[in-house]
């Protein structure tokens, strides 16, 4: 009786019984603008966990518990894209290839790092991954204001970790960009 209960379940749920009609349904341009985004946070998340586990040098340990929060970070974002993409119907590739083939970020160096030279390069990344936040924001925002929200608060709290972290090698009046006195 398990078995004839269990196949009429199954056939009650065949692809052709099932219709959703979302409010909005993303096409490819804003598939492939979540995708890149996607694959941006996975690589900074990565990238992140090689500096903490290789950076060496003064300053280490303020360095390593700020590598755990921009992991954090990252892989928060991450989930909150990929899910965001699931919503919207699209399916999300977080795969090791397809970040490795995809990503815009440059390469972090292999090996121990020394601490200034890692944050120089986690803060380049964290610039990379808000630079393709950027980029596709107006496309994402005129095809789905809800999805640019999303972006809004990633950009926020990449940028402002990206100051944390560059903090530490800035000189006061003599760093590049130079701050703005308003």
């Not at 004839?4 to 749920?13: I, M």
């Not at 993409?85 to 440059?106: C, E, K």
């Not at 972090?108 to 890692?118: I, N, Q």
């Not at 950027?134 to 970790?161: F, K, S």
Request: no cysteine; proline share 4%; aromatic share 4%.
């Amino acid at each position: 009786m398990a078995t004839a209960t269990t196949t009429s379940n199954a056939s009650r749920h065949s692809r052709t019984d099932h219709v959703s009609h979302p409010a909005f349904r993303a096409d490819a341009q804003f598939a492939g603008h979540l995708q890149r985004l996607l694959v941006d946070l996975n690589d900074l998340a990565l990238q992140g966990k090689q500096a903490h586990w290789n950076a060496v040098g003064p300053n280490f340990r303020d360095l390593h518990l700020q590598l755990d929060e921009i992991v954090d970070a990252a892989r928060t974002f991450t989930d909150d894209v990929a899910e965001r993409m699931r919503a919207v119907y699209v399916v999300p590739d977080g795969t090791s290839a397809r970040t490795a083939a995809q990503s815009s970020l440059p390469a972090f160096p292999g090996g121990e790092v020394r601490t200034g030279d890692a944050i120089d390069a986690i803060v380049a990344s964290i610039y990379a991954v808000t630079g393709t936040a950027r980029e596709i924001h107006d496309d994402v925002d005129a095809a789905d204001p809800t999805t640019a929200d999303l972006l809004h608060g990633i950009i926020e709290r990449l940028e402002q970790l990206a100051w944390l972290t560059d903090a530490e090698r800035r000189e006061p009046e003599t760093s590049v960009p130079e701050a703005i006195i308003a």
